[in-house]
């Protein structure tokens, strides 16, 4: 069993901040965010492997929003800046616990477990 738990979600201005965080029970290989808004395809945002730092961002929000962990309390963090009306939408954490999340880390068929969801609103 592995639970992950999101927070940090909101609703703000567009060109404003919000630092969303994901607590996981257990270790996992890869970590990622994903969101998915009505209507729309469920999208990978951005992902970071546990063991060397590296980091994945979809083309629609590198330079804005940045993907990071703290190991120690098994917690990834997606501070999201610049945010635009178009980053509204329920956003959730996801487990892989192999390196296929590496590899396409962008496809949520290769995690294995995800959290609740934190609603992200931003108006303009």
């Known amino acids: 069993h592995v639970e992950l738990v999101e927070s940090g979600g909101g609703s703000v201005q567009a060109g404003g901040s919000l630092r969303l965080s994901c607590a996981a029970s257990?270790?996992?290989?890869?970590t990622g965010w994903f969101r998915q808004a009505p209507g729309k395809e469920r999208e990978g945002v951005a992902a970071?492997?546990?063991?060397?730092?590296?980091?994945y961002y979809a083309d629609s929000v590198k330079g804005r929003f940045t993907i990071s962990r703290d190991n120690a309390k098994n917690t990834v963090y997606l501070q999201m800046n610049s945010l635009k009306p178009e980053d509204t939408a329920m956003y959730y954490c996801a487990a892989g616990l192999s390196g296929s999340a590496t590899t396409s880390w962008w496809l949520s068929s290769n995690y294995n477990y995800w959290g609740q969801g934190t609603q992200v609103a931003v108006s303009s």
């Open positions: 970071i492997v546990t063991t060397d730092g590296t980091t």
């Open positions: 257990v270790y996992t290989w890869c």
